[in-house]
């Protein structure tokens, strides 16, 4: 009976979902996020995912948080999938601006009006939310555009336009798969991601110089966001979502957990039998 027990165990272990829980071999990770966490003076939420792998750690994963400026990647990807339905091109004009241009100030600059623009021509922030909860998108609300979302009273803990860290992480994952938009579509969105010129005191900061880093910031007062990818020295990439609100640490909190999550990821690559990069 004990062999049998034992059997059924490792069975299960190899017929769970890679994504169902955080890998027992991320707990040194996810210990040190915690104490980095508990150390800083802002409200923090981590979540981190190897796209080959399924492996992942978070810290508040499942707590929402504003989602600021992170929102003009669904924005992104929702243009992007239209264009890969035929109902769209990157060589449209909206208002008399090349569609390129206007990704390339929203993603790159994070220009708000950039944004507002595009939201207008996917169908506007409730398209937004329908088209991510139609695709099995759950934790992410898109509520109000970026201009009406700057006139209103600034309360953090509001659960309009937020995301929790593991909905925003699955929404990466997603894009990455080619689940949401197309492999094509997918090069393009982080092509333009890795030119990102906001936030280089977050995500990319402590990082060893040359890492490859598509992502996007996200700001407001009492508030600071960074989502996106980290590619790791063997190829591996990471989706990361880090939310901070309050104190006022919390670009150096960015770059410490990114740091912390780029070093465990690293460590547990360099153990043996760990497969390859394999990209969708």
Not at 103 to 110: A, H, K, V
Not at 113 to 135: E, S, T
Not at 194 to 216: D, F, I, Q, S, Y
Request: proline share 5%; hydrophobic share 40%.
């Amino acid at each position: 009976m004990r062999y049998i027990a034992i059997f059924l165990s490792m069975l299960a272990f190899v017929a769970a979902p890679a994504t169902a829980a955080s890998s027992p071999d991320l707990v040194s990770v996810e210990q040190q996020l915690s104490s980095l966490v508990s150390g800083s003076s802002a409200d923090v939420g981590i979540a981190a995912l190897d796209l080959n792998t399924g492996e992942t750690v978070s810290i508040k994963g499942d707590t929402p948080f504003p989602m600021a400026s992170t929102v003009k990647v669904a924005i992104a990807a929702l243009y992007l999938s239209q264009v890969d339905h035929g109902q769209k091109t990157l060589d449209d004009t909206i208002d008399g601006q090349p569609v390129r241009k206007l990704m390339g100030r929203m993603l790159i600059y994070s220009d708000n009006h950039a944004a507002d623009v595009l939201f207008k021509d996917v169908g506007g922030p409730h398209a937004v939310h329908n088209w991510l909860a139609q695709n099995g998108i759950r934790g992410v609300h898109v509520d109000r555009t970026i201009a009406q979302l700057l006139a209103a009273k600034r309360d953090l803990w509001d659960t309009r336009d937020s995301s929790t860290p593991k909905a925003m992480v699955d929404l990466l994952r997603r894009i990455y798969k080619g689940e949401l938009i197309s492999p094509q579509s997918r090069n393009y969105l982080l092509g333009v991601m890795a030119k990102c010129e906001t936030g280089k005191n977050r995500m990319k900061w402590l990082l060893p110089a040359g890492t490859p880093v598509e992502h996007k910031t996200g700001t407001l007062t009492g508030l600071a966001d960074d989502v996106g990818f980290i590619s790791m020295p063997d190829g591996h990439r990471i989706a990361v979502a880090i939310f901070t609100r309050g104190g006022s640490d919390r670009p150096r909190t960015i770059a410490q957990a990114a740091r912390t999550i780029y070093d465990g990821f690293k460590t547990l690559f360099s153990w043996p039998f760990r497969p390859a990069l394999t990209a969708q």
